[in-house]
């Protein structure tokens, strides 16, 4: 069964870093990318036939080069790069480099899904997904942010993921698995495989607070274990959390997961979550409105909570009380005439004033 907070879920701070976005890049005369013909003085084609070349150097730096081409371009090195990585064998392994900047490639080819042959396409992400079990971790690494740029479609690989969670070497092995996992999400109609929500509960107590959020976040996306037993003891795992663990912000993921995990919005958990917005830390109010927009309308009584974050001094926590009021969509019409004021006020940052009409475009009905 999915999970009833799927649809809405957002899982690092928002997209925006308010204050930086105010300053402007300074104008340069390179060419955009849908003008490029040339990376050094060498068309797609040319490059694409280094991508065989016996010399590791000669392959990476191809590889890295045809990146740089308008995706159009780059799109005619997928065969190629295929067809490299397929050579790779315990027996007859290609260098370290290449299968990195190979993976790396792939994943930034294959995140837009325009124009892709499926075949093709398919072959990509069996590549990408067999190389989750190569020796070397940077590799490893490589492989599932690759298929964190292509998301839903490397639903495939879902299952392969789960050893990762276990991942030693890295954390950021483990951060990404968890990433990729929610990103992924549970087959339709389908409750969550035990072997992936396993691999996350034993990442509730992680070292790594990241680690234990991402994992907290997943668990919420995935919803209800398919194995009866296994959800029962994650709920009750997910309680002591939510009693004992002394970080706010993982306090809200938790009772986030529980609701993920038991189809059930209700104020035993949205209660503490609200009264956490009042903490000095505004990367945990930012998560607190973030989690309750998730929630959408149900979170609809914690709408003075997002009214009285928009005179927070952090416009990451304003930018993510305005975004979770469009959450509420109707059920947030008290903010219209602040939301208006906002666009209006010429102090505000063009993210903010964006932020604001998308809302009110929620709110009044004009989107879905």
Known sequence: MRSILLAALVFAPLPVRLAAQEKKSPETKTPSASELKEVGGRTAESWIKDISSKDPAKRTV?????????????????????????????????DVSVRANGLHALGAILADDRDLDTKLEAEAISQITRFLKDTQVAVRFRAVHALSRIGKRARPALIELAPL???????EVRLAACHVIAQIGPDEGSAANPIVMGGLNGLVNDPSQQVRLSA?????????S???LQQTTIVKNLITVTQKEPDAAIKVWAHMAIMGMTNDVDDDHIVPIAKLAKTDDPLVRTQVLQALGSVGPKAKATFPTMMAALDDADPNVV???IW???RLERSAAGAVPRLELIVADAKSSDIIKKLARETLDSIQGKKK
């Open 62 to 94: 191809a590889i890295q080069a045809i990146q740089q081409f308008p995706r159009s371009q780059a799109l005619t090195a997928l065969p190629a790069l295929v067809a490299e990585l397929k050579r790779h064998t315990a027996a007859n392994a290609i």
């Open 165 to 171: 969670l276990k991942e030693t070497t890295a954390y």
């Open 216 to 224: 907290l976040q997943a668990m919420t996306v995935m919803g209800p």
């Open 226 to 228: 398919s194995d009866a």
């Open 319 to 321: 930018g993510a009380a």
């Open 324 to 326: 979770a009021m469009g």
